[in-house]
Nanobody, 114 residues
Framework: QVQLVESGGGLVQAGDSLRLSCAAS????????MGWYRQGPGKERDLVAT???????DYADFVKGRFTISRDNAKNTVNLQMNSLKPEDTAIYYC????????WGQGTQVTVSS
């Protein structure tokens, strides 16, 4: 099993920045892709960004140019730098790791006020 713990959420104003971090523990060998997803109020969970063990990244169109995902394979961490935040970025952000199956963190709340 893989355990994921997110941190870094909070309440910010539009235009501000936040950095989310996720630490993986447990059976972390052979984790392939790690990423961030988000679920806004009354919405489905959407992909935000993913990164492979080799460093290849993929971003949702709505965050391209504003968010940057990074990963430290040695520390089993994945980070999401979020700049130019908008009220529509308000959501619970979930860390995800792919190892045989999909593993999820408990989520961290990001609230952006206008």
């Amino acid at each position: 099993q893989v355990q994921l713990v997110e941190s870094g959420g909070g309440l910010v104003q539009a235009g501000d920045s936040l950095r989310l971090s996720c630490a993986a523990s447990g059976d972390t060998t052979c984790i392939s892709s790690m990423g961030w997803y988000r679920q806004g109020p009354g919405k489905e969970r959407d992909l935000v960004a993913t990164i492979t063990s080799g460093g290849s990244t993929d971003y949702a169109d709505f965050v391209k140019g504003r968010f940057t995902i990074s990963r430290d394979n040695a520390k089993n961490t994945v980070n999401l730098q979020m700049n130019s935040l908008k009220p529509e970025d308000t959501a619970i952000y979930y860390c995800n790791a792919q190892r045989i199956q999909s593993h999820w963190g408990q989520g961290t709340q990001v609230t952006v006020s206008s």
